[in-house]
C-alpha cells in the first residue's frame, strides 16, 4: 500500500494509536521496497531525562534528537529489566527473559542465553542479512553462548563491562578514582580473538560500526551496535569535555560529554548511511537498556520518573525509545502507550520480511501502529519479575510489589547503591512487602501510592500478574546481588 495519503488522515488515524504528529512532517514512500536495512544502537545506562528531546537542559544531544524526528518518539517505550543483562536477553529474543530462566544478572561467563531461545540475529540472517555486532553482550561466552554462535557473522567487542580509556591518558577526567582502579580494561575481541585498542572505548566502537557498514552496504544488513557508555565508570576524554567545561560539579560534567560522545557516535552512524545512499532506506532503533543509575550521585537524570536503574519505579525500566525510517514511517511522531524492547525482534522480522521463531513471542509488531494501520494499545499489559518483587502495568495502572527490608539489611547501606552483605538467593522477606499502585496518568512520578484505596484494581492487578507467573520457567541461577533503600517511609529491599 502506498503512504501518499492526506496528512489529516494520517493524523486521526496515529491519534487512534495514541501518536501525534508534527504537522510538518514527512510522509513515507511506498512500502513496496527492498529489504532496509536495520540499525539498532543500544545505550547503557542512559536516563530517560538525560537527552535533550526528552527534557534535558543540561546535555546537548542534537544527532539523536534529528533521528527522534525523523521518525518516532515514544513517550512509554520500557524494557524487561532494571539491570543490564536480562533487559538484553528480552530485546534479543522478544520474549520474557523469566520465560527462559534469564531473570538476574549473569556474573559468570558459562551463565547467558538459552541455546534453544533464536536471537534477533538468527532471524535476521534467516532472511539473507548479514549479521553485525559491535561493542557490549553480556549474554554468555562460553558453551556456543559466544554472539558467533548466535547469529551474528561479526563481532567485535566485550563481554561485560570495561573502563573507556587509561585514566592516567592525556586529557581525561575520571569520578570515582576507586571505581575506576577495580575496573580493569577487559579484553576486546574480533570475532575469538583479542586484539589491543587504545583510544577512547566509544569512538572504537563507532569506528568498527562505521567499517561494518562501509564493507556491507551493498547488501541487507543487520548491525547491532551496543554502546558501553554513559555507564560508569565515569570517564570522558577532553574533545567532549570541552562542550561543558561551563558545569563545576566533576561528575555531571563527566557524564554530559559521555552522552555527548553517544550523540556523535549516533549523528556518524547516519552520515555513513546517507554516504551510501541508505538513510532513507534503513530501519534504525535506539533505546537504553534500563535507566540511569542513582548510584552516580545526581550526574544524570531519568527526567520526571522516580527510581533508577535496579528499581522497578519508572526511572528503572522506562527508557528513551525512538525508531527511524524516511521510506517506510512518517516523520514526527509522538507516542503515548506503552510499548516494549520486546517489541524490536517481530517488528524488524516484519520489515526484513523473516520467518519468526517457533516458540510464541511477548513482543508485537509495531510497524502497523506507527504507520495508522492499527488503532489501540500494543499491549494489554506489560511484566517485570525479579525474585519476589514483581510489577505490572495496564493501561495508566501501575503495580509494584517489592520485598520489606529489615532494619539489619538498611543499617548496610551507607550510601546510595550500596551492596548488601551475605546476600542469599532471592525469598520472601520475613516482614511481608510493600505494595505500590500508582495511576501513572495523575502520578507519573509515582509519588502517592493508592494500593489502600483501590482494592478492586489491586486485585486485578494481582491476579494479571499471577496469570503470567505460572507461565514462567524457574530462574537458571539466583541472584547474590541486592541493595536496600527507605522509601515514603518504608524500608525496601531490591534485588537484581
Not at 524526528?69 to 530485546?91: H, I, K, Q
Not at 520486546?342 to 509495531?366: I, N, R, S, Y
Amino acid at each position: 500500500m502506498s503512504f501518499q495519503r492526506p496528512m489529516v488522515v494520517s493524523m486521526v488515524v496515529c491519534a487512534a494509536f495514541g501518536c501525534t504528529q508534527d504537522p510538518a512532517g514527512d510522509t513515507a514512500g511506498d512500502n513496496e521496497q527492498r529489504q532496509p536495512n536495520v540499525v539498532f544502537i543500544l545505550a547503557d545506562d542512559l536516563g530517560y531525562g538525560d537527552l535533550g528531546l526528552y527534557g534535558s537542559e543540561i546535555i546537548e544531544t542534537p544527532h539523536i534528537d534529528a533521528l527522534g524526528a525523523s521518525g518516532v518518539r515514544f513517550e512509554a517505550g520500557y524494557v524487561t529489566a532494571a539491570v543490564c543483562s536480562p533487559s538484553r536477553a528480552g530485546l534479543m529474543t522478544g520474549r520474557y527473559p523469566q520465560r527462559h530462566g534469564y531473570e538476574f544478572n549473569a556474573s559468570v561467563q558459562d551463565y547467558g542465553l538459552n541455546l534453544d531461545e533464536t536471537t534477533l540475529a538468527e532471524v535476521m540472517r534467516s532472511a539473507g542479512y548479514a549479521t553485525g555486532a559491535v561493542g557490549k553482550w553480556q549474554l554468555g561466552w562460553e558453551g556456543g553462548k559466544h554472539p558467533l554462535d548466535r547469529g551474528f557473522d561479526e563481532f567485535f567487542g566485550m563481554q561485560a563491562g570495561s573502563i573507556f580509556i587509561e585514566p592516567s591518558a592525556e586529557g581525561v577526567e575520571n569520578w570515582n578514582p576507586q571505581r575506576i582502579s577495580e575496573t580493569r580494561r577487559r579484553p576486546i575481541f574480533r570475532g575469538r580473538e583479542v586484539v589491543e585498542e587504545t583510544e577512547y572505548l566509544t569512538e572504537v566502537l563507532t569506528r568498527e560500526a562505521l567499517d561494518f557498514i562501509d564493507r556491507r552496504h551493498e547488501e541487507p544488513f543487520f548491525l547491532y551496535l551496543a554502546h558501553y557508555t554513559p555507564q560508569v565508570p565515569l570517564q570522558a576524554t577532553a574533545k567532549y569535555l570541552d562542550r561543558y567545561r561551563h558545569i563545576e560539579d566533576q561528575k555531571t560534567r563527566i557524564f554530559a560529554a559521555m552522552v555527548s560522545s553517544l550523540d556523535d557516535s549516533v549523528g556518524e552512524v547516519v552520515a555513513k548511511l546517507r554516504e551510501h545512499g541508505l538513510e532513507e532506506d534503513t530501519l534504525i532503533v535506539f533505546l537504553s537498556d534500563n535507566g540511569c543509575a542513582l548510584y552516580v550521585d545526581g550526574a544524570c537524570t531519568n527526567g520526571p520518573l522516580r527510581g533508577g536503574k535496579r528499581w522497578f519505579f519508572e526511572g528503572g525500566i522506562r527508557v528513551p525509545f525512538l525508531l527511524s525510517w524516511p521510506a517506510g514511517v512518517e516523520s514526527g511522531q509522538v507516542c503515548e502507550p506503552a510499548v516494549s524492547s520486546l517489541d524490536l525482534l517481530p517488528t524488524f522480522a516484519a520489515a526484513a520480511g523473516a520467518p519468526l521463531p517457533e516458540k510464541p513471542l511477548d513482543g508485537v509488531d509495531l510497524l502497523p501502529y506507527v504507520r495508522g494501520e492499527q488503532a489501540g494499545p500494543p499491549h494489554e499489559a506489560l511484566f517485570w519479575r525479579a525474585g519476589p518483587n514483581r510489577a505490572v502495568r495496564r493501561g495508566d495502572w501501575k503495580l509494584w510489589e517489592v520485598n520489606r527490608a529489615t532494619e539489619e539489611r538498611l543499617s548496610q547501606i551507607t550510601r546510595t547503591g550500596d551492596l548488601l552483605r551475605d546476600f542469599e538467593a532471592p525469598r520472601d522477606s520475613p516482614l511481608g512487602q510493600v505494595l505500590r499502585l500508582h495511576d501513572l496518568a495523575t502520578d507519573l512520578g509515582e509519588l502517592h501510592t493508592v494500593a489502600g484505596e483501590e482494592s478492586e484494581v489491586l486485585e486485578e492487578l494481582q491476579n494479571a500478574l499471577d496469570a503470567w507467573e505460572s507461565e514462567l520457567a524457574e530462574p537458571r541461577w539466583w541472584s547474590n546481588r541486592g541493595t536496600a533503600a527507605v522509601v515514603d517511609g518504608e524500608g525496601l529491599q531490591l534485588i537484581f
